[in-house]
């Protein structure tokens, strides 16, 4: 059973602080203009909560998405344009160009 010293602590906590304590920073960074936007258009409560929870979503997986790629040490991606193709020096530059075009699928 909580204490009743944190109980008074969360009935101070603003809604922003709670989802901040929640680690839910992208929901408490749009909750203002959200609120607001809801307010005008009326939206139901469940609308804005809706609203704030998909945002965090979206921003978790995003997140989660770019950690992924980088933990692959795949990036930074290259163009050919920018490929150095003096190293190494067993690259064919023109199978790799005429590989780039895609043409043999066609062929």
């Not at 995003?62 to 163009?79: D, G, N």
């Not at 150095?84 to 590989?99: G, H, L, N, Q």
Request: no cysteine; glycine share 0%.
């Amino acid at each position: 059973m909580p204490s009743s010293e944190n109980r008074d602590l969360t009935a101070t906590l603003s809604l922003a602080e709670v989802l901040r304590a929640l680690e839910l920073n992208h929901a408490a960074e749009l909750l203002d203009a959200a609120a607001q936007k809801a307010i005008t258009r009326n939206d139901t409560p469940i609308s804005l909560l809706d609203h704030l929870m998909r945002e965090q979503l979206r921003a978790h997986m995003e997140s989660r998405a770019r950690r992924a790629l980088k933990r692959s040490a795949i990036f930074p991606l290259t163009t050919l344009d920018a490929y150095d193709f003096d190293y190494p020096k067993s690259i064919d530059r023109d199978v790799v160009e005429r590989a780039a075009t895609l043409q043999f699928i066609a062929d």
